[in-house]
């Protein structure tokens, strides 16, 4: 029986051999533009609108059928949206927060995004299902992403939680794209409380006491 990874590599070559654009979304594009995320091996795609019905076509030609949200639940920004097609790709459970997790794939409509294709690079990636077989995908550079995301924060609610989730990621995504976030600096190295003082530090402390003595009845 095919493993799950190789299951998703074959439903990715069916795709493109469909020709169906897929555009990187979400936790994947945001490690690729630099964000240090922990992911489960989640996948998310915006699809051009007029073949998202195609791509779920494909999708059930290899067995993967759309999830309720009761079957799966909702854990990923874009999810709240209520646009997403939404797949289990791996049976494994893991906890998270109380509640049991699945690896998915998630389909949305690109229009949802604001993007075109024309704001895309197309790039090739390798999946671990087929390690010797790349895969031609479309990535959104940084700038084309933060303009989406503001885009949809915009669109939602205040109250919305896909808006907070986003301002969240959003902010990291500028914070690790634009300033330096590494530390090259030396630490402080704090001593334990059995290690005795040095005589500087016995002085120092001594001279701060008198000092503090000679104020007499100063009031701060």
């Not at 990715?12 to 990187?24: K, M, N, Y």
């Not at 914070?175 to 976030?181: H, L, P, V």
């Not at 002085?203 to 104020?215: F, S, T």
Request: some cysteine.
């Amino acid at each position: 029986m095919p493993s799950h990874r190789e299951r998703v590599a074959a439903l990715l070559h069916r795709l493109a051999a469909a020709q169906i654009d897929l555009v990187e979304w979400e936790y994947p594009l945001w490690r690729r533009l630099g964000v240090p995320l922990v992911t489960d091996g989640s996948l998310f795609y915006l699809v051009p609108d007029q073949q998202l019905y195609d791509a779920c076509q494909v999708a059930a030609s290899l067995g993967y059928y759309p999830e309720s949200t009761e079957s799966l639940r909702i854990g990923y920004p874009s999810e709240y949206s209520g646009l997403g097609v939404r797949y289990k790709i791996d049976g494994a459970t893991r906890q998270s927060l109380g509640h049991d997790t699945f690896r998915r794939l998630v389909f949305l409509p690109l229009s949802w995004s604001g993007l075109d294709l024309y704001d895309l690079k197309r790039i090739e990636i390798r999946y671990a299902g087929m390690p010797d077989h790349t895969f031609a995908i479309w990535t959104v550079p940084l700038a084309a992403a933060c303009t989406a995301m503001v885009r949809v924060i915009c669109a939602e609610k205040r109250s919305s939680r896909l808006r907070r989730k986003l301002q969240a990621y959003l902010s990291n995504l500028l914070a690790y794209s634009f300033f330096d976030t590494s530390y090259e600096g030396e630490f402080e190295v704090l001593l334990g409380n059995g290690v005795p003082l040095s005589e500087s530090e016995l002085l120092e402390i001594a001279n701060a006491v008198a000092g503090i003595k000679d104020l007499g009845d100063e009031r701060w």
